[in-house]
């Protein structure tokens, strides 16, 4: 019922920025966690950076002071604003919202950051 789409991904250099996007459909809803998670190579899925409805927000250290998360409420869509990127950010990234006592998740966009 409810559908989380992100988009925003794709290939850019070392240094430059991407902003990320996840909209979602299927319900109304006012209170809720939403925010990013990263999925690397070889790697575990880690934590990016949460935001809840009243505005808290977490950030991974290894992003931090490059990574921003906002949302528009009235378009129930959330932004990840990626800067100084650098290739250790390379990864499939996605958008979760936990809402009602569960978690739904997007589908992933790939971030891409060459040297």
């Known amino acids: 019922q409810v559908q989380l789409v992100e988009s925003g991904g794709g290939l850019v250099q070392a240094g430059g920025s991407l902003r990320l996007s996840c909209a979602a459909s299927?319900?109304?809803?006012?209170?809720?966690?939403i925010g990013w998670y990263r999925q690397a190579p070889g790697k575990q899925r880690v934590l990016v950076a949460l935001?809840?409805?009243?505005?808290?927000?977490n950030i991974a250290d290894s992003v931090k002071g490059r990574f921003s998360i906002s949302r528009d409420n009235a378009r129930y869509t959330v932004y990840g604003q990626m800067n100084g990127l650098k290739p250790e950010d390379t990864a499939i990234y996605y958008c979760?919202?936990?809402?009602?006592?569960?978690?739904?998740w997007g589908q992933g966009t790939q971030v891409t950051v060459s040297s």
């Open positions: 299927g319900s109304i809803f006012s209170e809720y966690v």
């Open positions: 935001m809840s409805s009243g505005g808290s927000t």
């Open positions: 979760v919202l936990y809402f009602n006592g569960q978690d739904y």
